[in-house]
T-cell receptor, first 113, second 116 residues
Framework: AQSVTQLGSHVSVSEGALVLLRCNYS??????LFWYVQYPNQGLQLLLK??????LVKGINGFEAEFKKSETSFHLTKPSAHMSDAAEYFC???????????FGKGTLLTVNP | GAVVSQHPSRVICKSGTSVKIECRSL??????MFWYRQFPKQSLMLMAT?????????EQGVEKDKFLINHASLTLSTLTVTSAHPEDSSFYIC????????????FGSGTRLTVV
């Protein structure tokens, strides 16, 4: 069984400020972890993923996330927010042989000028 | 990179009619495709998983006879919403996974279904 908890359904930051979106997971097998971004009425775009190896993962658009097994976390960060980062962000976990992705409820990021 | 094309992007249909949504992998062979439903301001709910050439596996609570899924080839999966009702109005998204790709899931752009 696997689940994802995203703390904070809505995060608001100022342009240029640090972005931190929190994600905690549970998984009965070694997890594969993902962050996706969704713009209104669009599908999901992969920002980054962790499968194995280096626990600090760099993604597109300046985002990165760190897998911390001891904390069962995979928080997403970006040093400096841009207006174009305003969107819905989903953390997801996959594991086991069925390859299903389990999504968190999402965090809406707003960026204020 | 991997691209999944989903059509139509928007569809409005009358109650009682059926609607077909197509999901195509353009530059890779999708051994597994997933269909999700997303309610406004909510997360994605997995409806079913389909493997090419075999019957789809539906999640608990999803009506197999209402949401028909066909994965006849390695590049095409379809979702047909049969006898649609207003409560079927939602955003439907497909996702494809390629054999041998390290846990790569590519998503379509979604279909906004409105049943009137």
């Amino acid at each position: 069984a696997q689940s994802v908890t995203q703390l904070g359904s809505h995060v608001s930051v100022s342009e240029g400020a640090l972005v931190l979106l929190r994600c905690n997971y549970s998984s009965s097998v070694p997890p594969y972890l993902f962050w996706y971004v969704q713009y209104p009425n669009q599908g999901l775009q992969l920002l980054l993923k962790y499968t194995t190896g280096a626990t600090l993962v760099k993604g597109i658009n300046g985002f990165e996330a760190e897998f911390k097994k001891s904390e069962t976390s995979f928080h997403l960060t970006k040093p400096s927010a841009h207006m174009s980062d305003a969107a819905e962000y989903f953390c997801a976990v996959s594991g086991g042989s069925n390859y299903k992705l389990t999504f968190g409820k999402g965090t809406l990021l707003t960026v204020n000028p | 990179g991997a691209v999944v094309s989903q059509h139509p992007s928007r569809v409005i249909c009358k109650s009682g009619t059926s609607v077909k949504i197509e999901c195509r992998s353009l530059d890779f062979q999708a051994t597994t495709m997933f269909w999700y439903r997303q309610f406004p301001k909510q997360s994605l709910m997995l409806m079913a998983t389909s493997n090419e050439g075999s019957k789809a596996t539906y999640e608990q609570g999803v009506e197999k006879d209402k949401f028909l899924i066909n994965h006849a080839s390695l590049t095409l999966s379809t979702l047909t919403v049969t006898s649609a009702h207003p409560e079927d109005s939602s955003f439907y998204i497909c996702s494809a996974r390629a054999l041998g790709v390290d846990y790569g899931y590519t998503f379509g752009s979604g279909t906004r279904l409105t049943v009137v």
